[in-house]
């Protein structure tokens, strides 16, 4: 097997779209910057990872295990609405600080997030077209003078880059023109950018990474999506906004959640859906999109077992990703440092993937904080309702026995997951390039994950075959239909059946053939190994069964 290890971003979106994964929304319109749509098999990729996050996090908590106090893990769903009360976004924080900075090219008028300025700029073509310049220059050991080496060879750099700060400004020039002199390599695409900028001071401030132009001075940008409620369209008294975060929805229906359930703290209660953020530079794909989905889980317990929780949690969380088929290096547990820890928490850590447009970095997929009381406390506060919690269990032991109670705000451990990062992070993983294959793209997707489980293919579309294949896809399709699309396929050759479903991701193929008419077997293919086995057409089921997991 001939497997490249280094993905390519730029093959894996062309197959996301290709087969149906991913495509860009209102695309017959020239598409909406930051907004995304997903294909059948897309669509069907998402639902099976909510699926699995709502069993293993609602349904059955961590697989069933105990947690830190020796008790299974209990947790109840919610399904909260996307505009909530304004006053909500005030008491969490949103409203007045959710904020990026952001600058505006003075040139091209393009908005962009302060701090992924210099990331662009090393993605950016026409910093890539200059880094070829200045090493061709620095090569060859041309001298040059004055602005000469800032002159675009081929008019590539220059149709990229018609504003180019450096271009147009004399002393960066020279600036520039000094440090290649110095220079007897090809120089790296870092040490251009570095002279260009090294730093956004005043005097050497970095130029838009998109036309080279000159950048205004950060200034915050409210990530909030506003909009009107009702007739009138009055934006003072009638705005409201679309929740930036799943989350605030649950804390808002604690008190409901405990008066009108039996759940008892320590509990969680999840809530997936669609969040929006205004995002200065939405980018690389979905990962970075201005309306996304999120699966959130507010656990609350005992302040004095936050500690053990907030461990079991985290642990348990990156646990899980690895249970769905991210595995080995390109999956880290990061720890937050102290400065980066948000003044309410105690403790963060993000699960982490490495993208191929991160690498060798990582992109956050979760981020599990230990928020402590900070949510209910301010929302006790701006909405004047009590959000505290009477435990029976705490308190002294009273002479019949019984406990006298305590009452505290709960602290609270969120484990906040992204599923459109989620996915995009299956689909990376997934893809594999093998060009000992006659199709070299294969997505090896985990099969709990896999869109399809599995395909029937009669040889030859005739001689009685397609009869049993069709049975056979209808007693799949009765026991597997509801975690993904079982497929049926009898055009082309059965080379080109298998490539197709290499490239869909569908782990199992049976194959109805001459030799199953007369001893009611079938060939089963292996999407990873290519290989092949017989087995009984009775035993199909119990195969899948055992290898699926649903
Ligand atoms: P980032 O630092 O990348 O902006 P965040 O720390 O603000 O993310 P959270 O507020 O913790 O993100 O949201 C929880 C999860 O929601 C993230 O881990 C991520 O998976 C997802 N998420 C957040 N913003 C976006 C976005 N713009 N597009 C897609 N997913 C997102």
Known sequence: MSETSVKSMEAIVSLCKRRGFIYPASEIYGGINGFWDYGPLGAQLKKNLRDA???????????????????????VPVETRIIQHPRVWEASGHVGGFNDPMQTCKQCKKLLRADHVPD?????????????VAGRAAQEQVLIEGTEVLKWTGGKGKKLAANLAIYRDAEASVRI??????TTTPIALAEVIRIIGNTSSAENPWPCPICG???????????MFPTVIGATGDWESDRAYLR????????VQFKNVVDTTRVKVPFGIGNTGTSFRNEVTPRNFTFRSREF???????????????????????FRMEWWQSIGLRGDNLILREHEKDELSHYSTGTSDVEYRFPFTAPGFGELEGIAHRGCFDLTQHQQFSGTKLDYFDTDRGETLPNGSKKGERYIPHVIEPAAGLDRGALALLCEAY????????????????RMAPIKAAVFPLVNKDGMPEVAEKLHA???RRFGHAGFIETDAKQSIGKRYARMDEAGCPYCFTIDGQTLTDQTVTVRDRDTGGQERIGLDKVKTYLEERLGV
């Open 53 to 75: 996050w709502w069993q293993d996090m609602i349904m059955n908590p961590c697989w069933g295990r105990s947690g830190p106090d020796g008790d299974r893990v209990r947790c």
């Open 120 to 132: 662009l700029l090393a993605e950016s073509e026409w910093v890539a077209s200059l880094a070829g």
């Open 177 to 182: 023109v000094a440090k290649l002199r110095e």
């Open 213 to 223: 132009g000159e950048l205004t001075e950060p200034r915050p940008f409210n990530l």
């Open 244 to 251: 930036p975060e799943t989350a605030q929805g649950i804390f």
């Open 293 to 315: 989905e999120q699966a959130e889980l507010e656990f609350f317990c005992h302040p004095e077992e936050s500690q053990e929780w907030y461990r079991f949690w985290r642990d």
């Open 432 to 447: 594999t390039r093998d060009e000992s294959r006659p199709s070299p793209e294969i997505m090896r997707f985990h099969p």
């Open 475 to 477: 007693e799949l399709f």
